[in-house]
């Protein structure tokens, strides 16, 4: 995989990699490491969980509503 960074980007990591001690790769894997664990990804069943609560239409009703843009309903 490659991944392009700004000059600046760059020049700023190496520079913190040498202060480190470490390569660069080393502090990219690092830093994409504490992103990934500050933003987890939600993979459970219960995920989705009550995303509608918030909706004023019922959810039969949006699927009806939906489905009748598919065809007319005259020709069914």
């Not at 069943?45 to 995303?51: I, K, Q, T, V, W």
């Not at 959810?59 to 843009?69: C, I, P, T, V």
């Amino acid at each position: 995989m490659m991944i392009e960074l700004t000059e600046r980007q760059t020049k700023s990591l190496s520079i913190l990699a040498e202060h480190e001690h470490c390569s660069l790769n080393e502090l990219v894997r690092e830093a994409v490491n504490d992103y990934l664990n500050r933003h987890p990804l939600q993979q459970d069943s219960d995920s989705a969980f009550g995303l509608w609560r918030h909706k004023r239409e019922d959810g039969l009703a949006y699927q009806e509503r939906l489905r009748s843009e598919w065809c007319d309903e005259s020709t069914v």
